[in-house]
């Protein structure tokens, strides 16, 4: 099943997310306010590039999440992640939205707002700690 995802911001994480659901052949368009970062996409990226202010209405508008299955919010500043994921949510009624932390202390803020999240540090952590416990020494 094809989806519509919208992906705001294009460092690391979202460039490699837009790359590998648009290879999967999912409709991806990117929204970051630096044009320097969308670049990262490269050439054999035929999704949609956004340069703008993430949490602007018209912007979201044109990047197309009145039709989005996914809003993926991952940008470095967990303000813009819960200030886009709520706009997703209330005003554009998105059937799935998660954001990724970036503070683990805004966990709770997240949980409260009903936002569903990723958090890299959490997952990093884990993955790290189960294979220092699986290791023989």
Do not use: W
């Amino acid at each position: 099943m094809i989806m519509y995802i919208v992906i705001i911001g294009c460092g690391r994480l979202g460039a490699t997310l837009a790359a590998e659901l648009s290879d999967s052949g999912h409709d991806v368009s990117v929204l970051d306010r630096d044009a320097a970062r969308l670049g990262i996409l490269g050439s054999g990226f035929n999704g949609l590039r956004l340069k703008g202010i993430e949490f602007d209405n018209d912007n979201l508008v044109e990047a197309g999440i009145k039709q989005a299955d996914f809003v993926l919010s991952v940008t470095p500043d967990d303000n813009i992640n819960i200030t886009v994921s709520l706009i997703a949510k209330k005003n554009f009624n998105v059937p799935r939205i998660i954001a990724r932390i970036n503070d683990p202390g805004k966990k709770s803020v997240y949980e409260m707002l009903g936002i569903e999240t990723i958090n890299p540090t959490e997952l990093s952590a884990y993955i790290l700690k189960s294979r220092i416990e699986e290791t023989p020494v």
